[in-house]
């Protein structure tokens, strides 16, 4: 299965107006790696401005969440069709970061997915087991799990998962390759058993502590099609250095 590479930034909540410089840093390499999708997420106060400055250009943009409801009194959140109406055409889910700060559910994750794909953006779902799961052995069937209650029934071979251990995301700490190896395999069984050729086709991107150094040898592993970039994606620099390092990138395209 030929899966197209995907590396998407999310900037949490970095950024402001004179932040996009960095963006603009970022399409000559968008533009010359035409193998590779290339997503960035900024902030939502970001998402309009960076799509009229990207005009034409080939990299794609994101949200970092959305709400579950298509519209309503709603004080404060954002939905998805906002989202869309704003430029952008993916989403970021599930973040480990939204289910520890704000107690995103499965189910809460699951209906924002659907709310997300009924307004046209492409969900990357995030899941991923914390170091206490992790070391009581139980990180596939905490992921498999995570994966059965917020992934919609229906889900079209487009939505992108991102594997993220909790204990990787801003710790400079990243599991070893055969770990994330197998853990892909886990998810990509699970997705298969439930969705078939379409789950054959859904890409898993690995995240957490992601950067220039090791992002040529995690980029290369069996069952990695990409990754999702938190802190190495706030600067130019490091980021393409990342979309450099993707074996499709050396590869010459
Ligand atoms: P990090 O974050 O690359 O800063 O570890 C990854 C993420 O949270 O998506």
């Given amino acids: 299965m030929n899966r197209r590479p995907l590396i998407a930034g999310n ?50 943009l994101g949200g970092q969440d959305c709400a579950p409801a298509q519209q309503g009194p709603h004080t404060g959140d954002v939905s998805a069709a ?9 989403v970021i889910l599930g973040h480990s970061e939204r289910r520890r700060d704000h107690g ?28 206490e799961e992790r070391k009581a052995g139980a990180a596939d069937s ?19 998962i991102a594997y993220e251990p909790v204990w990787a995301i801003g710790t400079g700490l990243t599991p070893s390759a055969a770990e994330i190896v ?15 050729a379409d789950g054959a086709a859904m890409r898993i991107l690995y995240g957490g502590s992601v950067k220039p150094a090791n992002a040529g040898e995690i980029l290369a592993l069996d069952g990695v099609d990409g990754a999702l970039v938190g ?23």
């Fill in 11 to 60: 900037w949490k909540m970095f950024g402001l107006a004179a932040d996009l410089s960095e963006m603009e840093g970022l399409a000559p390499h968008a533009a010359r790696l035409t193998g590779l999708d290339i997503v960035l997420c900024p902030p939502a106060t970001l998402i309009a401005q960076a799509a009229w400055r990207l005009k034409g250009g080939v990299m794609g």
């Fill in 82 to 90: 906002m989202l869309k109406d704003a430029g952008a055409a993916w």
């Fill in 104 to 131: 995103e559910s499965d189910a809460l994750v699951r209906a924002k997915a659907d709310a997300a794909l009924a307004a046209g953006l492409t969900p990357i779902l995030c899941v991923g087991e914390t170091i």
């Fill in 142 to 160: 905490v992921v498999t799990r995570q994966l059965a209650r917020s992934v919609p029934d229906g889900a079209p071979a487009s939505l992108v």
């Fill in 182 to 196: 197998e853990i892909h395999a886990v998810v990509r069984a699970a997705l298969m058993a439930r969705f078939g």
């Fill in 231 to 253: 802190a190495a994606s706030l600067k130019a620099a490091d980021f393409g250095a990342i979309m450099e390092a993707h074996p499709a990138a050396r590869a010459g395209n």
